[in-house]
């Protein structure tokens, strides 16, 4: 398999302890991508109101739900992706991610299980995204509990645990926020559904990209899962 190095290649250190101690190169694997990209959008010069090199985008990467277990490896699979601006707030990706909870129903329906579901807005919709060291609650609703107040008393137990923060999801814009590229985040919704999710990229928007503000947030990729 070094045959394909040059000899300058094989000068390399890493490539010396390879050799000297016998071992293997994994083998990579041809798969098929476990997701699809989303069609963009094309610029109608009537309709763009972003000028370009005034505004940034925030590709967010978020992954599936799942069960953690200490005796059990589970790898995060890849869910969806968005792209917001800096300009949106945190309550208008919310607004707009999908997840099969979003469609309940969360209540005591057994008196009548086969009645269609009537969507009420006063109904308790509860949910915060933690980035960096802040919760940001969902607090439009004044019924909504505060899925963090258990965590931040339970931090404070702890002396090895850092003090967290709190903030109003509604208030705060993506600009606003303090991040670190490809840190782990969490967006926790419907009681005990998680999503983890990271920053994978900040880029000031350009001609390639689509410029009509009323687009964003907007899905970029999906699972094919």
């Not at 309940?104 to 269609?116: A, M, T, V, W």
């Not at 509860?126 to 339970?154: A, C, K, M, Q």
């Given at each position: 398999?070094?045959?394909?190095?040059?000899?300058?290649?094989?000068?390399?250190?890493c490539?010396k302890?390879?050799r000297?101690?016998?071992?293997?190169?994994?083998?990579?694997?041809?798969?098929?991508?476990?997701f699809v990209?989303?069609?963009?959008?094309?610029?109608?010069?009537?309709?763009?109101?972003?000028?370009?090199l005034?505004e940034?985008?925030?590709?967010?990467?978020?992954?599936?739900?799942?069960?953690?277990?200490?005796?059990i490896?589970?790898?995060?699979?890849?869910h969806?992706?968005?792209?917001?601006?800096?300009?949106?707030?945190?309550t208008?990706?919310?607004d707009?991610?999908?997840?099969?909870?979003?469609?309940?129903?969360?209540?005591?329906i057994?008196?009548?299980?086969n009645?269609?579901?009537?969507?009420?807005?006063?109904?308790?919709n509860?949910?915060?995204?933690?980035?960096?060291d802040?919760?940001?609650?969902?607090?439009?609703?004044?019924l909504?509990?505060?899925?963090?107040?258990?965590?931040l008393n339970?931090?404070?137990?702890?002396?090895?645990?850092r003090?967290?923060?709190?903030?109003?999801?509604e208030e705060?814009?993506?600009?606003?926020?303090?991040?670190?590229?490809?840190y782990?985040c969490?967006?926790q919704?419907?009681?005990?559904c998680e999503?983890?999710?990271?920053?994978?990229?900040?880029?000031?928007?350009d001609?390639?990209?689509?410029l009509?503000?009323?687009?964003y947030?907007?899905i970029?990729?999906?699972?094919?899962?």
């Amino acid at each position: 398999v070094f045959q394909v190095f040059s000899d300058e290649a094989l000068e390399l250190n890493c490539l010396k302890y390879i050799r000297k101690n016998g071992l293997q190169f994994k083998k990579i694997m041809n798969k098929e991508r476990p997701f699809v990209k989303t069609s963009s959008t094309r610029n109608d010069e009537s309709e763009s109101d972003i000028e370009t090199l005034k505004e940034c985008i925030i590709t967010l990467r978020f992954y599936e739900p799942f069960k953690y277990t200490s005796c059990i490896k589970n790898q995060p699979r890849f869910h969806q992706e968005y792209q917001v601006l800096g300009s949106n707030f945190l309550t208008e990706l919310r607004d707009k991610f999908y997840c099969q909870c979003n469609f309940g129903p969360f209540f005591d329906i057994s008196d009548n299980p086969n009645e269609e579901l009537q969507h009420d807005p006063k109904q308790p919709n509860p949910g915060f995204f933690f980035i960096h060291d802040t919760f940001f609650n969902d607090t439009r609703n004044p019924l909504n509990p505060d899925y963090s107040e258990v965590i931040l008393n339970w931090a404070k137990k702890l002396s090895y645990v850092r003090d967290f923060k709190t903030a109003s999801m509604e208030e705060t814009k993506f600009k606003d926020l303090r991040i670190r590229m490809g840190y782990p985040c969490v967006y926790q919704h419907h009681g005990s559904c998680e999503h983890l999710f990271c920053v994978t990229s900040v880029d000031l928007i350009d001609s390639s990209d689509s410029l009509i503000r009323s687009e964003y947030p907007k899905i970029n990729a999906l699972s094919k899962r």
